[in-house]
């Protein structure tokens, strides 16, 4: 049942409109949210694979499965990562106010209406610089409480990271803090989908269901992931500006010395630098977009993996 979960009355003589899928009824609660930014893709192919699955199997279902596949709509319509209308990220005004501006009222309500699930798993798809082996991004807060159902969720990686480095403002900081349990995957890149991810992450998402009483279907063997902690992840960042080139290969392994790539000048035909993995070990963000200045993050490698 398609449901409104909030709508706006915007200046051009339009809503905007937030929608969610409800499958099922009654039982526990699972939501999936996804399009909080415009330029994340990826959760759009979860999401219509799940309704299509669920929709044909209702037998099977036992509780209750809401899908808000574009939690930004207006983002996603005009392929901007934040609210275009004032360019803010969506997913820095959680928990929201109802008393607030637009943005804040749309956080709010959308928090209001998943508050209570019994899971939620927030989908992103980093962005269009990056790309990321499907992973589960956990605070050193919440590890010990999520670390459990992250891992039906058939990811590579569970990330856990320090808290220090959390965002308040988040969907998922907020709805952890309201005593809703969510899980953030991150995987793929901004503006494509990967079929591939996103079919991983539905065997992922039917193996939770069963572990929460959900599912009564078969569903597929998930492959424990690597759990780390951001003692185990090296950065690596550009020195210079220019055209980055990647000769290592995403979600392989890398040699500590072996070469990331190379930041070319295409005016001088020079190469301005050549960069070189700091560890042994898996090389789970490689940038995606070539164009690159002082500072900007190329890699991430995951030690001892």
Known sequence: M????????????????????????????????TGTHGDELEGQYVAWRLAELLRANPQKLHGTVDIYPAANPLGISTMTRGIPMCDLDMNRTFPGSTGGSMSEYIAACLMEDIRG???????HASNVFLR?????????????ALLPSAKYLNMNLVWIYAAATVLESTLAYSLNMADTPTLVVEMGVGLRITRAYGEQLIKGIFSLMVHMGMWDGPVSPVAPPIVSSDGRVSFVNASCPGIFLPTARHAEQIEAGGELGKIVDPLTGTVRETLRSPATGLLFTLREYPVVYEGSLLARILGGA
Do not use: F, M, W, Y
């Open 2 to 33: 398609i449901q409104h979960v909030v709508r706006v009355p915007l200046p051009v003589g339009e809503d905007l409109v937030i929608q969610k899928n409800r499958i099922g009824s009654g039982g526990k609660r699972l939501c999936i949210v």
């Open 117 to 123: 699930a019994d899971t939620c798993i927030d989908i």
């Open 132 to 144: 990321e082996i499907p992973q589960v991004r956990i605070s050193e807060d919440t590890a010990e």
